[in-house]
């Protein structure tokens, strides 16, 4: 072959050729056209998406953000049994005054019991008449009301008899009230006593705080004595304050819908085994018979404060604080100026109950009551949360499924329903972290 001359069959030949060339060409075009079509589409759907999508809550760009309101309060006398709802309440630093303050102890089994092990617990209706200074105790429908003293003197406990009552991790002394036996009997089947928590007795600790505030090392080292010391809790299992959203009972209660009808778990994952999906078809045109808050047992429900500030649901995980503005209080600026857009300043510790968000709560057995009918499933809503909620407790150690988080007041003072809540996220580095 020549020098220069290229044979017909050479692979050189066939780059150099036109129709190649012109092949070649119109690919690029292609790949042109492919890439300003994903220019154009990557520009204009985002506008088209933000004018087509729903509100989404707003995003956080403060570390304090005035977005919640006190939306309801709950006190629960009797340990395990149905919950009185308040329209207002004193934060101590015990908790509500009231709460958990009697428990049912089963007297063959030597134990407190909570819905847990006697479901019929949710059936006894508690209500608090201050007027009369008594207690009021109603079995489900029954016209037989028990009635005992809210607050007998120091000197008429001493004469009761006592039992300890262990609690997780402590225990406290618990005074057998009088002519409440039998009251119990009849309507559990067995032998059981009411007993009324003993403050002359040993004085209980809530648990240790697993997510320090965020501005922990700065405080002073009686400051944090005060927060993490004795508070004189009840029969609280843990903690004085449990706090949950409406946001977030909406989104379980969406899973569960989505769960019945979609024949998955209601997140897009395989079916729950044994759940009922016939039972629970029928109860979804009913929110509350679908899922009560009253299951969780919280004693204060949050919602958003408005259309135009909001959280999405399960956002209280990342709380760490909240400020809950009195409704008497005299530092109106802390309302007035929280114009959703200038909400960078929370009111003072003095003009405000003050909470900090310690843990999360894992959820057991006792959620899986209906409060209304006493009725038990295992799968509602704990199956629902082992799919979407499942947290780790502690690193390395098994997961449990949460809704809700515990809180510890550091102030003291009246909250009222309606009232504003300020809340202070949790620092990045420190988000997920503990329980």
């Known amino acids: 072959m020549a020098r220069g001359l290229l044979q017909a069959d050479d692979p050189l030949a066939h780059l150099l050729s036109p129709a190649f060339r012109t ?8 790949l042109l056209a492919f890439l300003l079509l994903a220019y154009a589409w990557g520009t204009i759907s985002p506008r088209f998406s933000a004018l087509s999508a729903p509100k989404q809550p707003r995003a956080r760009q403060e570390r304090w953000q005035c977005i919640a309101k006190v939306d309801e309060l709950w006190v629960y006398p009797v340990k395990s049994c149905r919950g009185t709802k308040l329209d207002e309440a004193d934060v101590t630093k015990k908790g509500w005054d009231m709460d958990r303050r009697w428990i049912v102890w089963d007297v063959k089994r030597e134990k407190g019991i909570s819905l847990r092990e006697e479901p019929r617990l949710a059936l006894i209706a508690p209500t608090l ?10 079995y489900s429908d029954s016209s037989s009301v028990l009635s005992v003293a809210l607050h007998p003197s120091s000197a008429t ?3 009761w008899a006592s039992l300890r009552v262990p609690m997780y991790g402590d225990g406290g002394t618990g005074r057998i009230v009088p002519d409440a036996s039998a009251w119990l009997a009849q309507h559990l089947g067995y032998e059981c006593h009411l007993l009324q928590f003993d403050p002359a007795g040993e004085e209980r600790a809530a648990f240790p705080l697993f997510r320090k505030p965020n501005d922990w090392e700065s405080w002073a080292r009686e400051r944090k004595e005060e927060v993490e010391g004795k508070r004189g809790i009840e029969f609280q299992d843990e903690y004085p304050f449990l706090v949950a959203t409406q946001e977030s009972l909406s989104a379980l209660r969406t899973q569960l819908v989505d769960a019945v009808r979609s024949d998955t778990d209601g997140i897009g994952g395989a079916p729950i085994r044994n759940l009922d999906r016939d039972k629970w078809a029928a109860r979804l045109d009913d929110a509350d018979a679908q899922l009560s808050m009253q299951r969780f047992r919280p ?8 259309a135009d500030a909001t959280y999405a649901a399960y ?6 604080q909240l400020r809950i503005v009195r409704a008497s209080s005299n530092d109106h600026s802390a309302r007035e100026a929280c114009s959703h857009e200038t909400c960078s300043l929370p009111p003072s510790t003095r003009s405000s109950i003050v909470l900090h968000l310690i843990a999360r709560c894992q959820r057991c057995l006792l959620t899986s009551v ?10 509602v809503p704990l199956a629902l949360l082992r799919r979407s909620r499942m947290r780790l407790k502690t690193p ?3 997961e449990g499924p949460c809704f809700g988080v515990y809180a510890v007041p550091e102030s003291t003072g009246e909250v009222r329903v309606g009232d504003q809540v300020w809340v202070r996220w949790r620092d990045e580095s420190e988000e997920g972290k503990g329980e």
């Open 23 to 30: 092949q070649l060409l119109s690919h690029a075009l292609v």
């Open 129 to 138: 008449d201050f007027a009369s200074e008594q207690l009021h105790l109603r």
């Open 157 to 159: 406990l001493a004469t």
């Open 299 to 306: 004693n204060i429900v949050l919602s958003s404060l408005d």
């Open 315 to 320: 956002d209280e995980d990342e709380w760490d």
């Open 370 to 379: 209906d409060p209304e009918t006493a009725e038990k499933d295992v799968q």
């Open 396 to 398: 390395g150690k098994r």
